[in-house]
């Protein structure tokens, strides 16, 4: 069964310090890979995907990430990270194959940003 | 921009009530889900649903909870008789196909 590691469970960085989230699969094929976003009380909001092509996929609010499959990793980054980036992040996989779609998500990281 | 909706937002029940939460899927969506999140740990799935059917479900998802799209819009879950363990927040999703997974904001369902 697929499954998803995120080793670390609360970060802190400094205000316009770099970031680097961790993210770990296990996984029979390729998979389609996603990180989200899920700040205090709201919804799960998709920050990027990997389907296939270019391991290096951009998302919204300036955020990267790079799929590397010796490694079975697919590592979130952010070069200069905004206050506002404080929420939690969540590293999902789902089949990239017919049929049901569904995620299986890590436990997650809580990002915190000090001003 | 096409969103997934949820209602309601907070649901308080007692124990061994019967609930029903709602969600419009986006319009043009195949597939719809309903995934779970107890507090502090990660979002499970429960179940998925296409062409008027469940096509997965996980283990979670035991006689006690029911799923249905009754119109052309509406799709819920339906938990027949809640136990405190079932507080959690639900989150709906929809996608097209092989593509990322659209949420809705959740409903936090509080069983007391």
């Known amino acids: 069964a697929q499954s998803v590691t995120q080793p670390d469970i609360h970060i802190t960085v400094s205000e316009g310090a770099s970031l680097e989230l961790r993210c770990n699969y296990s996984y029979g094929a390729t998979p389609y890979l996603f990180w989200y976003v899920q700040s205090p009380g709201q919804g799960l909001q998709l920050l990027l995907k990997y389907f296939s092509g270019d391991t290096l996929v951009q998302g919204i609010k300036g955020f990267e990430a790079e799929f590397k499959r010796s490694q079975s990793s697919f590592n979130l980054r952010k070069p200069s990270v905004h206050w506002s980036d404080a929420a939690e992040y969540f590293c999902?996989?789902?089949?990239?194959?017919?049929?049901?779609?569904?995620?299986?998500f890590g436990k997650g990281t809580k990002l915190s940003v000090i001003p | 921009e096409p969103e997934v909706t949820q209602t309601p937002s907070h649901q308080v029940t007692q124990m061994g009530q019967e609930v029903i939460l709602r969600c419009v899927p986006i319009?043009?969506?195949?597939?719809f889900y309903w995934y779970r999140q107890i507090l502090g740990q990660k979002v499970e799935f429960l179940v998925s649903?296409?062409?008027?059917?469940?096509?997965?479900k996980s283990e979670i998802f035991d006689d006690q909870f029911s799923v249905e799209r009754p119109d052309g819009s509406n799709f819920t879950l339906k938990i027949r008789s809640t136990k405190l363990e079932d507080s959690a927040m639900y989150f709906c999703a929809s996608t097209a196909g092989p593509t990322e997974a659209f949420f809705g904001q959740g409903t936090r369902l509080t069983v007391v």
């Open positions: 319009s043009n969506h195949l597939y």
């Open positions: 649903f296409y062409n008027n059917e469940i096509s997965e």
């Open positions: 999902a996989v789902g089949p990239a194959g017919a049929g049901s779609y569904q995620l299986t």
